[in-house]
């Protein structure tokens, strides 16, 4: 029997709903500007009618709206406090703020990414495997832990911070305050930052003629493209941080035992000029014991992991557990 | 009504173990040498008369046997695999090897940093925590995970590795092949060897003249005497490790969301010298939306966490959770 749940995408940039049907994935998908300078107020105007909307298209009656958010969510899973991207939110409960669209059905709010790594565990690359750990490279780095088919959330629904987590004690401050976290290598600011720097020495580079001459344009499109035509210098760069990921993801396999690395977000599109440094480091980061079984993929999804996995939140309850 | 089990610690030096009684604890306990290089069918025969005389000493019968044990344990909680001080062993399965002194109750394998926690969980400094990540301090730097009263296991059993795990991508070679992994400074010999490299431009230290002059022979309670005396040098040393422990476990509650750590293990006797600088790191190595409610305590149960950790795995079968 069909079922229908609407999951939503909320992004600083971007708010994108799906209603979604729970074999066939994606039946109708929605995109509008967050217009996150508007203020919350509006966001959240914006988010019931493109709900209300989704709804009335769907066949019958859906059965729950799950929204993947930034931001810390409490373990009630219902209030998103103080996401990076959203001047001025502070503390809004979503439950009730969607409860006259919701129509009694329930609304379940979750960090964005254990909400991809939601999607990647029923509909993408994480589908064959119980656990695995998730890591997304966009404008930050973000993390998700899937433990024998469950999100693994932690004690106050945080869990699955890789982004935090330190490589070097020593190393350059991240947004998050700490030295050395990944995300102040692997961060798509940082990274094209470290590329600029490295860059400086390489005037052959194709790079300069894909940024128009000019750096500050510099994004990692860019430097996949120059590594995509045989490009030395953004090849190394790519690897450089590919072995920075590996020894993060190390540290992640030595604590959980779990040997399953799923890696997306944007970045991520840079494929194995990242993926296979990452791949080595990974090995030599794990301790020599626990090498056995290590496996790192590349979720290809994109945005509809975030939508699928939204919907799944809904369909999850209802289900003993994550898989056919 | 009394319920009684057996809890053995199966170390390289010592074979320990104890009659414990659920709510007592340790009844009666024993040690005897392991003598490792007698190889491993005689310290399984050490061990069926040493849990042998235990079970005839119960007023009532055993209810099973807990075993604490170094190596890789399988998912079955049977087999002891190349445990790293006892050499000539390779797979033992000691659930058949004790078959005969067991009478039918239940023999019960786990990794000596898992029942160390567990020890704590009950009996312990964890106590009143339903998660807590342990590190445990000694000739390696063990770990553990408690999660909602339960040993987190991982895929394979091994979770918890906190010792593998790096705090510099171009650090020192732990024995575990990691780079920069926190035994590679915490470990017992790495701390002392890098105590002495420190100690070359400090000649004023005590730690010279409680050491006989000759710091081969330089051990952590040295260390620890001497600061304890006031002496600088050593106090910094402590420092020195205690800053790299915090960085470490921040790391580990970026990815768990678990808030409380419980530090234990010979080591960690230095107390407050180790653990004040310890809980700076922590806290600037954690994000900081994650930095509410970080406390970092110490075990100060020392050996006997093993023995009735090892015990409670078999009350832990009949528990639905760790507590009270």
């Known amino acids: 029997m069909s079922a229908y749940a609407i999951g939503v995408d909320l992004g600083g940039t971007n708010l994108k709903a799906a209603l979604v049907e729970r074999e066939e994935g994606v039946v109708t998908d929605v995109s509008h500007p967050t217009r996150a300078q508007d203020g ?6 914006r988010l019931r ?23 810390a969510i409490n373990l009630e899973r219902t209030t998103v406090s103080h996401p990076p991207n959203l ?11 969607l409860e006259a669209v919701a129509n009694g059905c329930p609304v379940i709010v979750e960090n964005d990414a254990n909400v991809a790594a939601l999607g990647s565990a029923y509909y993408g690359a994480g589908r064959p495997h ?14 998700a832990v899937i433990y024998q088919n469950r ?6 629904g945080a869990a699955g911070e890789i982004g935090h987590m330190t490589i070097d004690y020593e ?28 860059l400086i020495n390489r005037p052959e580079s194709l790079v300069y003629e894909l940024a128009g001459e000019n750096l500050t344009a510099l994004t990692p499109r860019i430097l996949f493209d120059a590594a995509e035509q045989g490009d030395a210098a953004a090849r190394e760069i790519f690897a450089w941080v590919g072995h920075k990921l590996g020894a993060v993801l190390g540290s992640a396999v030595n604590l959980l035992d779990i040997r399953v690395i799923v890696v997306g977000g944007g970045v991520s599109a840079a494929g194995d000029y990242i993926l296979d440094p990452a791949r080595d480091a990974l ?13 790192l993929v590349r979720e290809t999804m994109g945005n509809e992991a975030g939508l699928l996995g939204a919907a799944r939140l809904v369909f999850e309850g209802e289900d003993a557990h994550v898989g056919d």
Chains 1, 2 share one sequence.
């Open 283 to 295: 090995h030599d980061f794990v301790a020599e014991a626990l090498r056995d079984g290590l496996h």
């Open 87 to 97: 001047p001025g939110w502070e503390v809004i409960n979503l439950r009730n703020e």
């Open 40 to 45: 919350p107020d509006s966001i959240v105007d």
């Open 130 to 143: 119980d656990s695995f750990i998730m890591a997304t490279l966009g404008t930050g780095v973000g993390g």
């Open 49 to 71: 009618s493109t709900v209300a909307n989704l709804a009335e298209q769907a066949p019958a009656p859906v059965l729950g709206i799950g929204i993947g958010s930034p931001g």
């Open 171 to 198: 190393g350059p401050l991240a947004k998050s305050g700490v030295a050395g976290a990944i995300e102040a290598y692997a961060g798509q600011q940082f990274l094209t930052h470290h590329a600029r720097l490295r």
């Open 151 to 156: 999100i693994f959330r932690g004690s106050t």
